[in-house]
């Protein structure tokens, strides 16, 4: 089996709305798998600085559901495990791709 040390750089998928891409515009950024990817990132952003929130406003005495707080804590977690799963699956197919001979 013939080990390549160089690999040729994958060309991104053309946009489906005909708009013509930017050069400064990441690959990763411009594909369906970015954009799962992307999507995943931003969604735990936003659930961490909602618990950080709740964590505040019960902290200060200004929530008044306590379980609201659970609640965005649950959010989080489970947007991390999306992500880390999301991960895991990525690593896995890349794997699989590494121990194709060509």
Not at 19 to 33: C, G, I, M, N, W
Not at 42 to 71: C, F, H, R, W
């Amino acid at each position: 089996m013939e080990r390549l040390d160089k690999l040729a750089p994958l060309n991104p998928l053309k946009p489906l709305s005909g708009e013509k891409k930017t050069q400064d515009a990441h690959p990763l950024e411009e594909s369906v798998f970015g954009a799962v990817f992307r999507s995943a990132i931003d969604n735990v952003k936003e659930t961490d600085a909602e618990k950080v929130e709740a964590q505040y406003l019960l902290a200060t005495g200004q929530l008044d559901n306590p379980s609201a707080l659970m609640i965005a804590a649950s959010k989080n977690q489970i947007a991390v495990d999306l992500l880390i799963q999301l991960r895991n699956k990525a690593l896995d197919v890349y794997s699989e791709l590494t121990r194709i001979s060509l």
